[in-house]
């Protein structure tokens, strides 16, 4: 079964880089790997999706190593507003698992 | 588009009682999915319906069920409350997959006393 492991939280500065690391030693050849966020009192919010290599969107940008064991969220310039908790999810169907969050404090 | 909305917000039921839950999800999606969230265990997937048919389900008892409707709202029901089921349940939709992005709610905040 997927299993991820995430750090609980973290803190940084506005204008820093922030990188959150996922560790999911179990993943299957079929699954891909997606980060969420969410704020208080709402619902978790699709940030980016990979499978290998690296991805990027607008907002942020995802590693994966070969081995795919492992994944590295990276926030480039982050501000207040993304003080967030941050989920890995990893499986699909019945073993589909999220991440237990990392808490993002970004101080002024 | 609007995005999925959930209803109610927030329940308050006693242990024994049974709550259902409901989920309008995006227009077009088809794939609806449930989720229990609570401060101890995060956030746990339940059941996934797709085509009015669970496709996928987690590791929950079955007092908690599900069903989907022709027009893809959903329902999520929960029998025989009990204080450790007081958690908040979302529901996102997707348009065909679970592994596609999916499009969460607000969530239903319910308590057991």
């Known amino acids: 079964l997927a299993k991820t492991t995430q750090p609980i939280s973290m803190d940084s500065y506005e204008g820093q880089e922030v990188n959150i690391t996922c560790s999911h030693n179990?993943?299957?050849?079929?699954?891909?790997i997606t980060w969420y966020q969410q704020f208080p009192s709402q619902g978790p919010r699709f940030i980016i999706q990979?499978?290998?290599t690296k991805v990027t969107n607008e907002v942020a940008s995802l590693f994966i190593p070969a081995d795919r064991k492992s994944s590295t969220l990276s926030l480039p310039r982050v501000s207040l507003s993304d003080t967030a908790v941050y989920y890995c999810?990893?499986?699909?169907?019945?073993?589909?698992?999220f991440g237990a969050g990392t808490r993002l404090t970004v101080k002024p | 588009k609007a995005g999925v909305t959930q209803t109610p917000r927030y329940l308050i039921k006693t242990r024994g009682q049974q709550v259902t839950l409901s989920c309008s999800p995006i227009?077009?999606?088809?794939?609806v999915s449930w989720y229990q969230q609570t401060p101890g265990q995060g956030l746990q997937f339940l059941f996934e319906?797709?085509?009015?048919?669970?496709?996928n389900k987690g590791n929950f008892p079955g007092r908690f069920s599900g069903r989907q409707f022709s027009n893809s709202r959903s329902e999520m029901n929960v029998s025989t409350l009990e204080l450790g089921d007081s958690a908040l349940y979302l529901c996102?939709?997707?348009?065909?997959?679970?592994?596609?992005?999916?499009?969460f709610g607000p969530g239903t905040r319910l308590l057991v006393l």
């Open positions: 996102a939709s997707s348009f065909r997959q679970l592994q596609e992005t999916q499009y």
């Open positions: 179990n993943i299957a050849t079929n699954d891909y």
């Open positions: 990979g499978y290998k």
């Open positions: 999810l990893v499986g699909e169907g019945n073993d589909m698992r």
């Open positions: 227009s077009g999606h088809r794939s």
């Open positions: 319906y797709f085509s009015e048919t669970q496709r």
